[in-house]
């Protein structure tokens, strides 16, 4: 019943100091909405990145060449050193080669889903007499198109028979079709297409459309955006004249496997079999799940980092709460010596005026953390990303603006305990 009278107390002194009270919650306001809208968007920043990342596969692990590092030197003297590191030019023997893919799936049957293979043929633009769209022409494999492949919304994908036959087929973006073909995308299956690629001009019959979605991080201009087109993995390598093997390729992990792990067992088996011997380069194994993770680790740091350095807006706040703390017991002396001649206790005194502190940062709080979440949809409905309130970031909110209250509001009060009556009695 006490804690209720003393938010009444509280309540009823702000009203009669309506503006001196605004301005002393606006820091907490400040600070409480900084805090609230910086974690709120870089939550939905966060959901977002991993959300893109995680559509690429979690279970998919990269397999690469890297340069082996010079091994230590050692003097007559016996002094040690690293070698220089020099550029190794790449031989044929160098390369991942289908023999060992093959290997590898008989070797881990049980772990191994499938390999995707892409070739990246360079950026070029697709014609239909005097229009032009541009595209990054990427030969992909069957296994890659049905793990990573766009949203089909009309004709089909690639199929092993086109891979085999190194068929001239594409898949193209819908806004390949809208600049060149009129944008009905069920008339364009069929379609002829000019691609006019590293200096040369290619033909391709269009056999699916896919919906293309523009990234929330591309901020370039419209006519200069470039969209994918597929075609066959090895028409693609036809194309490019490619004789060796693979300098990089990607595997998909079984269902219920743990890539993570799988990764480092990959990397082992392939140095120890194949390239304990190769004097240049070695086999390097990245897991989708651990640049997951890794990502999300960095996005929630500088998060945390920045509302660090908003909450110090909170700390001026608190000290404006103390400050009007003490400037209240001042102009209230008289009224703390009646109640302690009344026969109150210091600690019925103390806990009225710590009150008074934490109802006014807690109103503060309030209102910050609703000004917060309209000023983090704001700015999330800029960055073309979905909303996702931080309900930590609440929680946290609401909590330190207690702390505040009290840590801010304990000296003031205490001071207002320790009053001699008959000294607040004389207060002029």
Known sequence: MLVLENILLAL??????????????????IGIASVIAIMSVGNSIRTSVTSSMESMGVNHITLGL?????????????????????????????YLTDEMLEDAKREFADKIDGVLLSENLGDGQAKEGKLSSNVTVMGANTKYLEAQGPKLI????????????????????????RKLLGGDARKAIGSRMEVYLNERYYSYTIVGVYEYDKSAFTAMPEEYVSTEMYIPFETAREQKHSTAGYSQITLAAKTGVDSSAFCKELESWFNQKYFRNNDNYEISAMSMADMVASMTGMLTTISAAISAIAGISLLVGGIGVMNIMLVSITERTREIGTRKALG???????????????????LGGFIGIVLGLILAAVITGAMGYAASPSVSGILFSVAFSIFIGVFFGYYPANKAAKMNPIDALRYE
Do not use: H, W
């Not at 109150?344 to 807690?362: D, K, Y």
């Open 12 to 29: 009823g002194s702000l009203r009669s100091n309506k503006m001196r009270a605004l301005l002393t919650i606006l820091g907490i306001i």
């Open 66 to 94: 890297r340069q082996k590092e010079p091994e230590e030197e050692v003097t007559e003297e016996g002094y040690r050193f690293e070698g220089e590191m020099q550029q190794a030019a790449m031989s044929d023997e160098d």
């Open 344 to 362: 109150a206790p210091n600690g019925s005194i103390r806990l009225q005026f710590i009150m008074e502190a934490i109802v006014i940062c807690l």
């Open 154 to 177: 009309s004709g089909r994908l690639l199929t092993e028979r086109d891979q085999t036959e190194k068929k001239g087929v594409a898949v193209v973006s819908d806004r390949v079709v």
